[in-house]
């Protein structure tokens, strides 16, 4: 056993399943468990986690926090194996790269969705599986990169294998950490379903990596401050949202939801301009001097079909626009001139004009009701090349992995650690 110990780890994901059947190899087992704590897990090293992502999550998170210190082998099982094809248990301790019950699978299966039967179906018709916005194959080759050269791969079905130390780092850490990013949300994502027809693609088929974003939470930054500056596409600063801070004039791109915060742009004779993309509705809050009246502009709507300007304190509608106005993929410039017309323009065209009885702005608010689709940067200075963005988190906004997840699915992403 001592020799099987310096060689040999088993990796369990467990939910509520009976582990008995691993006591003779308890010395070696690491159980993930994510139900309940049965008495026998006391036999057992334990890491608790949340019930999300199937094995697959589990997996993959076991390498993420194990990458530098993996055993030789690494048997990963689920918490019950014997409704599973599986091989027995003295096999997957052979001195191979990888083994496991295989079938052979045709990969043009995988270019249509799956045809989820039984239990599986069931979990889609009551909304607890989360169905992929992706083809596996699509998902495979674009999203994660795989190679897909050959037109018949081998599938482990149930997901119980052992694999050696040099086929997992025989891929960057990165890779593993991107794939955790479609699993890591939902208790049972389709993309799950996806690894379970994959594992030995991604640990025998070559990748292509992604272009990376690194990002940095509560510190300002200079070039100097960050290593292997070049390999970064960009680079994003997270700032605590602290009321009138002045942020020394650095571009900030705002991520608010549900709650007006107050900024100041740069005003020139009641002229100033924001610069926006998404694909929701952003808010801009005008406020007057001497009066209590606010104008509210809405860009884009529920649908980013209408755009409208409306009485904030009657709560009605003075004027609409009606077409798309914002862009998820690009900054879209909006100009304000107040005077005593009202004339806003979007890239330099018109969309808003009326007469105004309001003169001196106070104050110039903005929000979003969605978390994850408006991006504001109102400096004058914007550079639209600059590696280096800076953002605002509140407490409205501190998941800044479901920020990335939302939003920068073609880019690896990962902490810069000064």
Not at 25 to 40: A, M, P
Not at 93 to 109: C, S, V
Not at 331 to 354: C, D, L, Q, R
Request: aromatic share 18%; net charge neutral; glycine share 4%.
């Amino acid at each position: 056993m001592d020799d099987i110990k310096k060689k040999y780890q088993i990796v369990v994901s467990r939910y509520k399943e009976d582990i008995s059947w691993l006591i003779l190899f308890k010395n070696i087992t690491l159980v993930y468990n994510k139900g309940n704590n049965d008495h026998l897990l006391s036999k057992f090293d334990t890491v608790q986690l949340p019930n999300i992502g199937r094995e697959s999550h589990t997996y993959l998170y076991h390498i993420v926090q194990n990458y530098d210190n993996l055993a030789d082998h690494t048997i990963f099982f689920q918490g019950k194996i014997n409704d599973h094809k599986v091989l027995d248990i003295e096999d997957y301790f052979k001195n191979d790269n990888f083994i496991a019950k295989f079938n052979k699978f045709e990969i043009n299966i995988l270019k249509s969705n799956i045809n989820h039967i039984g239990k599986w179906k069931n979990d889609i018709i009551t909304g607890r599986m989360k169905l992929s916005k992706y083809l596996p194959y699509d998902w495979l080759t674009n999203q994660i990169g795989i190679c897909i050269n050959e037109e018949f791969t081998k599938i482990v079905w149930g997901a119980n294998f052992s694999v050696h130390r040099d086929l997992i780092l025989s891929k960057p850490k990165i890779f593993y950490q991107n794939i955790l990013r479609y699993i890591e949300d939902h208790i049972n994502p389709e993309e799950g379903h996806f690894l379970e027809r994959s594992w030995y693609m991604i640990f025998h088929n070559n990748f292509i990596p992604k272009s990376k974003i690194g990002y940095v939470e509560d510190i300002y930054l200079e070039n100097k401050n960050i290593k292997n500056i070049e390999d970064y596409e960009e680079i994003h600063v997270w700032l605590d949202y602290i009321p009138n801070k002045d942020y020394n004039n650095i571009i900030l791109n705002y991520v608010i939801y549900n709650k007006y915060i107050t900024v100041f742009p740069k005003i020139d004779n009641n002229i100033f301009y924001f610069m926006i993309k998404g694909t929701n509705d952003a808010h801009i809050l005008l406020e007057f001097e001497e009066t209590e009246f606010k104008y509210e502009f809405i860009l884009g709507g529920w649908s980013n079909s209408r755009a409208v300007i409306r009485d904030y304190n009657n709560n009605t509608i003075i004027h609409s626009y009606e077409g798309s106005v914002l862009n998820k993929y690009e900054y879209i410039k909006f100009e304000f001139n107040i005077s005593n017309e009202i004339n806003i323009t979007k890239n330099n065209i018109s969309i808003f004009n009326f007469k105004n009885e309001y003169l001196n702005i106070k104050n110039i608010k903005i929000k979003s009701y969605f978390n994850s689709d408006i991006f504001w940067d109102y400096e004058s200075k914007f550079i639209e090349n600059s590696k280096f963005k800076y953002y605002l988190k509140n407490d409205t906004y501190k998941d800044i992995k479901k920020f990335y997840n939302n939003n920068y699915l073609d880019y690896y992403v990962e902490k810069i650690i000064i």
